[in-house]
């Protein structure tokens, strides 16, 4: 895809959270060394992390100017937005002051009574930091990585694209 570079992860970058727990000189800020280097080359860089609280969860913050944590209907990843936020804090005054939480988004959500009652609590609890976004569950998702393709390219009309392009233009202001 034209302007649009991908660096994926490997199964041996978990050794590097081990690593990094032992490390004594800056091991929160390796990431972000790494990016300032190319930051220019770049609009935007997005790293998805992992959903733990790891060493690399801690860099990617530092590395980051803002954050958008991805919740999905259930009461343990309601429950989790505490500590996520509690770390968002810690970095911020640690080790990224300009630190932002761009959002809270929800995903994986479906006709159900569950994913209703989670969204809804997820909007009053955190009423301004909740994305108006919602990605729907949708298999277009799935078929388009079995496929190499990006869910555009295998299904632009698909709920999951278009819900994706809102987010787009909701982050944005396309």
Request: hydrophobic fraction near 40%; include cysteine; aromatic fraction near 10%.
């Amino acid at each position: 895809m034209p302007n649009l570079e991908i660096v994926p992860s490997h199964i041996l970058l978990s050794n590097t959270d081990v690593e990094l727990t032992t490390a004594i000189d800056h091991r929160e800020e390796r990431l972000k060394k790494e990016l300032d280097a190319v930051r220019g080359r770049y609009d935007y860089i997005f790293i998805d992390c992992p959903p733990t609280l790891s060493w690399l969860t801690i860099n990617a913050f530092t590395a980051a100017d803002r954050v958008i944590v991805v919740v999905s209907p259930g009461y343990f990843e309601l429950d989790s937005i505490v500590q996520i936020s509690k770390t968002i804090k810690d970095v911020r005054g640690y080790f990224n002051p300009s630190l932002e939480l761009a959002g809270l988004l929800f995903t994986m959500s479906d006709p159900t009574v569950n994913s209703k009652t989670s969204l809804q609590i997820l909007r009053q609890t955190y009423t301004s930091s909740v994305l108006n976004t919602v990605i729907p569950r949708n298999t277009d998702l799935r078929d388009a990585h079995f496929q190499k393709q990006d869910v555009f390219a295998f299904n632009a009309k698909s709920p999951a694209a278009l819900a994706y392009t809102k987010l787009i233009n909701e982050l944005f202001h396309i």
